[in-house]
DNA sequence: CAAGACCTATCTACCAATTGATAGGTATTT
DNA sequence: AAATACCTATCAATTGGTAGATAGGTCTTG
């Protein structure tokens, strides 16, 4: 993978999760990575592929980091608070997936299919970590309901205090 | 009030709900209505100014049902729970707040303050209902994150999954 | 009451800017 | 020479917003 094609993926997630899907441009990330917006078009088709191979690189980064957690010992449900936790750390930024999918009716198919395979991992995850159905669910709404809440008023702190009963 | 305007503020806000802030343009909604594109400009000068009028009708009915269901003698959190429920019902609609505020930094100023202040009325009324500020926050997280799930995945029964254990 | 003035709500027509996307050229590397 | 990775230049469509006209209602005033 060429450095060009990470950083206008990196561009890219960063405005996702502060704007999501119509709120990012071509030219916008462009001129984030320095290149002209023809030469994103040469690696991503289209603006729908592009924003599925962000979320596609999202979601193993962050299953992983919890995988990476719950294999040092921490129990699975403190392990994704704190993989959402980190999230907002730089610049109090969204889940991508929760910003996307929060608007899912202004999204591609292919899209919204990643968005629903980043939820359904998570769930998985929790499952497999000894939760039921139920609890699984409720976990994944309260973290991603608690990084919309903190994003939204700007105050990550938030985060923390909607949380602190969870785990 | 004319009947014209709250067309508009009834289109402007299904759209907002389902594909954001950035999904939606003023000819499509006039299209909705079956006006002409300009005729939303006599009424709403600017689009932050719709979106803006329409998240401010949308508090206040909101809170308004939440307090009704509280008055009739409902418990704070079933209250709040009905609310967001129901705002699934008709198409697995988002929260208006919860889709925009999913996206603040595709907001104006004025847009944003609405939808902060729609979580910080429903955190008094869950406060005023006698929870914690701690509890009032992870409702309110729990609630807007099951919706935004549910509607994600277009099924509104993991809304009742995702909640079954909060009140 | 009649007439002119004003207001409301809509329209047609347009504008400048931005959008995602394409065609074709140009270095650099293999 | 062929592939890679970029560029310039451009396109058609869409965007939010404006200007100016028009039809109909209402108010004021002689």
Known sequence: MSDTVDAIMDAAERRIRVAGY???SFREIAADVGVKSASIHYHFPTKSALAAAVAHRYNARVV???D???AAGQDVINAWKSV??????????????GSLGATVGD??????????????????SLIAGGL????ALHVLSALEGAILIASAQGDPAIFDRATSDLG
């Open 22 to 24: 119509s709120g990012f």
């Open 64 to 66: 992983k980091a919890a």
């Open 68 to 70: 990476d957690a719950i």
């Open 84 to 97: 959402f936790r980190s999230a907002l750390d730089d610049g109090a930024k969204m889940c991508l997936c």
């Open 107 to 124: 999204l591609t198919p292919d899209v919204a299919h990643e968005v629903r395979q980043f939820f359904n991992a998570v769930i998985a």
């Open 132 to 135: 039921s159905d139920e609890r």
